[in-house]
């Protein structure tokens, strides 16, 4: 693993997963995974504290709106 570059969460009924978008050591950017926390914390726990402590986090949001958040919106009907 060479560095993370980004982060999303994948909201779940039960909450929420964080991911991190991995891009490994001289390999293309084409070859860049998504892997979640506890993967990247098994592989590289420093690349993984140096990326959660910095200032400049790159992250690419939530995947899908959280349930409730559907709920409020008039776009989606109530059931």
């Known amino acids: 693993m060479d560095k ?8 779940t009924t039960d909450g929420g997963t964080r ?3 991995v891009h ?6 084409s070859d860049n995974t998504w892997l979640d ?3 990247v914390q098994r ?3 420093d690349a ?5 402590s910095s200032g400049d986090i790159h992250s690419t949001g939530a ?17």
């Open 63 to 79: 995947s899908f709106p959280h349930p409730e958040e559907l709920m409020r919106t008039s776009e989606h009907p109530r059931y």
């Open 37 to 39: 926390r506890e993967d």
């Open 24 to 29: 490994w050591k001289g390999k293309p950017e």
């Open 43 to 45: 592989l590289d726990p």
């Open 48 to 52: 993984l504290e140096q990326y959660e």
């Open 4 to 11: 993370i570059i980004a982060d999303k969460i994948i909201c």
């Open 19 to 21: 991911w991190y978008l």
